[in-house]
């Protein structure tokens, strides 16, 4: 083989690896660990209420001065359900 075939063959799997490696990473599912919303007697209504409506009735006990307050660290809360899933669907 010449030097520049070499040379060729090399960046080409080089483009190769590295797409791959790329692509693998994108792909990968993004991890699912926020909390999800009990089952429980605070919380059984909103399984059957629209995202929205239940959204409504969160922050009555999940505020600062409130039974359940967020954590300090928490992240933007506009939207709870789409973070926090009910428990039996996957997404
Ligand atoms: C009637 C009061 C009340 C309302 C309304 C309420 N919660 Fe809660 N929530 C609690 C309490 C108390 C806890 C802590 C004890 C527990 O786990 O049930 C809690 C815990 C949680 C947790 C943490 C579970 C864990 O694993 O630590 C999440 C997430 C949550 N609530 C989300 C929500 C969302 C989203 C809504 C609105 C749809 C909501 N809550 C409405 C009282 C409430
Ligand atoms: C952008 C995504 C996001 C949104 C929107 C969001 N949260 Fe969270 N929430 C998180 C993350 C991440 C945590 C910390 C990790 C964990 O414990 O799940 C958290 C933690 C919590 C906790 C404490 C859970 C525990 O185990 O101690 C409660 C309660 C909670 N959120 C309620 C709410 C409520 C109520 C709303 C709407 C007002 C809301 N969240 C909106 C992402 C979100």
Same mark, same amino acid.
């Not at 919380?43 to 967020?70: D, I, V, W």
């Given at each position: ?17 590295? =797409? ?29 209420? =629209? ?39 996957? =997404?």
């Amino acid at each position: 083989m010449q030097e520049q075939q070499k040379k060729t063959l090399l960046y080409n799997i080089i483009f190769i690896v590295v =797409g791959g490696a790329l692509l693998l990473f994108l792909l990968r599912a993004p991890e699912e660990n926020t909390a999800r919303i009990p089952y429980d007697d605070n919380h059984q209504r909103f399984y059957s209420m =629209g995202k929205k409506e239940a959204e409504k009735f969160c922050e009555s006990c999940h505020n600062q001065t409130a039974e359940a307050p967020l954590p300090a660290d928490h992240p933007p809360k506009y939207r709870c359900l789409f973070c926090h899933k009910k428990v039996e669907s996957n =997404g």
